[in-house]
């Protein structure tokens, strides 16, 4: 085999071993991702309770970054955080889980539960929907939109449209609430999209409902 051919397939390995890498990556972020979908059913207990615990989370984890930062590991936090990094993260604090939590508590905030309810559903599952099978399965990019792809704004409306329609029994307003938190996760700009889902799908969610 001549050395460009080696040199190929060497490059072709560490391209597909690449590839395998983000995959799980991103599939370890959407696992964690979700579990934001528990808040509205600890609102409905305790509102005020679960604010708290929310802001309580934002501290400490911010915290436990700072400390990681300058090489200090704390137990089980760090680790989860290091093994849920993006290539982008390397070297800096990782955002996803602070503006995780403080878009669920802008929700909260802003908005009745059933509309920062069906908010939080959006952030929980649509975003994670699109960035799953865009990963996985996005051919289609979308021009103008960074490296979004159709297939992973067509996952994130069916995944929101599931939800409220599950909550609000309204096929109208499950569709423009879909709609709008798929074009809203089409914007790129990176974990911010984690305040902007909850916001904009919850305040679509109260102008229509």
Do not use: W
């Not at 700072?66 to 137990?75: A, E, K, S, Y």
């Not at 403080?102 to 908010?119: H, R, T």
């Not at 559903?121 to 996985?136: K, N, W």
């Not at 499950?174 to 709008?180: Q, R, T």
């Amino acid at each position: 085999m001549s050395d460009s051919r080696v040199l190929r397939a060497v490059s072709k390995t560490k391209s597909t071993d690449t590839y395998h890498s983000e995959i799980k990556t991103e599939l370890f972020r959407k696992s964690i991702h979700v579990l934001v979908a528990f808040v509205p059913a600890l609102a409905t207990i305790n509102i005020e309770i679960t604010q708290l615990a929310l802001a309580l989370a934002v501290v400490l984890y911010s915290t436990s970054e700072l400390m990681r930062l300058n090489g200090r590991q704390v137990l089980l936090i760090s680790g989860i955080t290091a093994a849920a990094s993006r290539e982008r993260d390397k070297g800096h604090m990782v955002l996803g889980p602070v503006t995780l939590a403080v878009g669920a508590m802008l929700a909260l905030m802003l908005y009745p539960l059933k509309a920062a309810e069906i908010a939080i559903y959006a952030l929980a599952f649509g975003d994670s929907a699109a960035s799953i099978v865009g990963t996985l399965f996005g051919k289609i990019v979308i021009p103008g939109f960074g490296k979004k792809t159709l297939e992973g704004t067509l996952a994130c409306f069916a995944a929101v449209f599931i939800v409220t329609f599950s909550i609000t029994q309204n096929i109208s307003a499950a569709f423009i609430i879909a709609s709008a938190a798929a074009l809203i996760e089409l914007i790129p700009i990176k974990d911010l999209d984690n305040l902007l889902i909850p916001v904009g799908t919850g305040l679509v969610a109260v102008l229509i409902l």
